[in-house]
């Protein structure tokens, strides 16, 4: 009896893995192989291959790009949990890190099973949400159009999966979720740890580069007084800020420019913040993005990245997040070990302050949007398709994934420029600097100020 196609696709897999599949696999003819499930796991993922062009993907362009393609086309998908599914190819395979290389032998081995199997033919076109942004790297023609990419997928979609502040960065978890407290909470948290890190109060002026959707500027022009300025290269975010600014009788205090930070004229702010925005900035022109930060805080003006970090560990392979996030969520991305940016920061002349891992509040701030976007499926392809779905779906179990196991993390760092003294002007206590924590009750007034409850 001839093998079924599910038998030789498992065993081809086997092969390339170097152990057994992890998960169970069922071919586009019904037939079934892989993990069968044991009394410990009683119900692994099954990945179900729907089209022979899923292998056909796989031979023009082995490893992590082709199953992404696979996956976004619809050729292949998971009946399970998709998260539980890449944590056990992660721990075989190490997608992303360049590990996972067939030999010849084996290359050899697919394309014979390939022409069994009646899988040979032409390369299949891309899906159509990948990801076609030409010119050279990191121009500001071409950041506009990788931040377009991205974030001007839909404002609609955005509100959809975000809280009601619009926060698409990691949330600051001061307790448990529970029915009193959750990702809104963790949100607000973050905006007030960011404003009182900054040591803001009524009258500063502060500068958002990579402003979003506005989340910190109403936050702090709300409730610490301040005028704000924001910078974003995503028209549809500024559009959004901007009505939303207006709705919240700011329009005052609070300023959203459609502009490149490299852009943004010599005017001097008592304090600036970055929020997840530095990953998009490139390794070269990081020193530029630095120095120009710099050149925008006035002597003892305080600066706040939240950024993300990965390679700390080993050899940082794939800054960009590999083949997927390159090519259908972030194009031109670049994580660096969190030592580089700091030294990036120090040689623009920031003297460093304090560094705050949150990388686990990732985990709890991603898991949300994760299950918002499984449990309401037929809304959110209504309003994105279902290719863009299917994206999400794995770009969200995929980082929830990389932040829980340590293969990325995010810190919020914190610095000054020091006056021409060499003094920094900052409080002499640790708490004076980063201010109280909501932890103990902490909250802010519309002074600026932080009353204990």
């Avoid at 019904?30 to 119900?43: F, V, Y």
């Avoid at 998709?82 to 721990?91: C, H, I, P």
């Avoid at 398709?385 to 340590?406: D, K, P, S």
């Amino acid at each position: 009896m001839s093998a079924t196609p599910a038998a030789r696709l498992a065993a081809l897999l086997e092969d390339v893995l170097g152990a057994p599949l992890p998960v169970r696999l069922r071919a586009w003819d019904g037939s079934e192989a892989g993990h069968r499930g044991t009394a410990d796991d009683p119900h692994p993922p099954t990945v179900i291959v729907h089209r022979r062009r899923a292998l056909r993907r796989l031979l023009w362009a082995p490893g992590e790009l082709g199953l992404a393609r696979a996956f976004v086309s619809g050729d292949l998908s998971v009946d399970g949990d998709v998260a539980d599914g890449l944590s056990r190819f992660w721990a075989i395979a190490r997608p992303g890190t360049g590990a996972l290389r067939p030999s010849a032998r084996q290359k050899l081995g697919a394309l014979r099973t390939a022409a069994r199997l009646g899988a040979i033919g032409p390369p299949p076109k891309p899906p159509a949400s990948e990801a076609r942004i030409g010119g050279r790297l990191h121009t500001r023609r071409r950041d506009r159009d990788a931040i377009s990419h991205h974030y001007d997928l839909s404002n609609e979609f955005y509100a959809f999966l975000l809280d009601p502040q619009m926060a698409y960065s990691c949330g600051y978890w001061t307790r448990d979720e529970g029915p009193d407290y959750g990702l809104v909470d963790a949100q607000r948290d973050k905006l007030d740890l960011i404003c009182r890190k900054l040591g803001l109060g009524p009258g500063m002026r502060l500068l958002d580069v990579g402003c979003g959707w506005a989340s910190l500027l109403v936050h702090a022009a709300e409730h610490y007084g301040v005028h704000a300025t924001g910078v974003t290269l995503s028209a549809q975010q500024r559009d959004y800020g901007v009505e939303r600014v207006r709705r919240a009788g700011l329009a005052e205090r609070v300023e959203i420019r459609l502009q490149d930070y490299r852009a943004v004229p010599a005017e001097q702010f008592d304090a600036v913040a970055s929020i997840e925005m530095g990953e998009h900035v490139g390794q070269e022109n990081y020193g530029v993005y630095a120095e120009q930060l710099h050149r925008l805080l006035r002597p003892h003006g305080r600066l706040l990245l939240q950024q993300m970090s990965r390679g700390a560990a080993g050899a940082n392979t794939a800054p960009g997040g590999g083949a997927f996030m390159e090519s259908y969520v972030a194009p031109d991305m670049y994580m660096r070990p969190l030592g580089e940016t700091l030294g990036f920061l120090e040689r623009a002349g920031h003297e460093i302050v304090d560094v705050h891992s949150l990388r686990e509040h990732y985990v709890w701030t991603v898991r949300p949007w994760l299950d918002t976007l499984q449990r309401h499926r037929e809304t959110a392809t209504r309003m994105i398709g279902e290719e863009q779905w299917r994206i999400w779906l794995l770009y969200l179990a995929g980082a929830a994934l990389a932040f829980e196991e340590n293969r990325m993390g995010v810190h919020q760092i914190l610095a000054v420029r020091p006056g021409s003294d060499g003094t920094s002007g900052l409080p002499r206590s640790r708490t004076g600097i980063v201010g109280l924590d909501p932890a103990v009750d902490a909250a802010p007034t519309g002074s600026g100020q932080v009353t204990l409850r």
